[in-house]
Nanobody
Framework: QVQLVESGGGLVQAGGSLRLSCVAS????????MGWFRQAPGKEREFVAA????????YYAESVKGRFTISRDNGKNTAYLQMNSLKPEDTAVYYC??????????????????WGKGTLVTVSS
């Protein structure tokens, strides 16, 4: 069973940056894909970004493309989400997710098998 623990959330002003981290533990193999989702108050959870095991493929939601960058360090079992040019509408609980199923990276937008508990990102205007 894989456990995912996020860190790095906090309060930042609009235009600022934050980097989220997600450490995976408890699994025999590294997840094929790791990603980030977010849920704003009163809204449904939405896909943010995903990256495959070698980091060769990434996929982003249109709303964050060009501002957020996902990466991973398999030696540390860690995925990162660098968030730049933050906007108030980026305010949400950010969840790390992982999956061992192999499929086209675009198809993970609907969800993954393993989830962290989330970290809160608040962007003030």
């Amino acid at each position: 069973q894989v456990q995912l623990v996020e860190s790095g959330g906090g309060l930042v002003q609009a235009g600022g940056s934050l980097r989220l981290s997600c450490v995976a533990s408890g699994g025999t193999f590294i997840p094929y894909v790791m990603g980030w989702f977010r849920q704003a108050p009163g809204k449904e959870r939405e896909f943010v970004a995903a990256i495959n095991s070698r980091g060769a493929s990434t996929y982003y939601a249109e709303s964050v493309k060009g501002r957020f960058t996902i990466s991973r360090d398999n030696g540390k079992n860690t995925a990162y989400l660098q968030m730049n040019s933050l906007k108030p509408e980026d305010t949400a609980v950010y969840y790390c997710a992982a999956d061992f199923r192999i499929k086209a990276i675009q198809l993970y937008y609907s969800g993954m098998n393993y989830w962290g508990k989330g970290t809160l990102v608040t962007v003030s205007s």
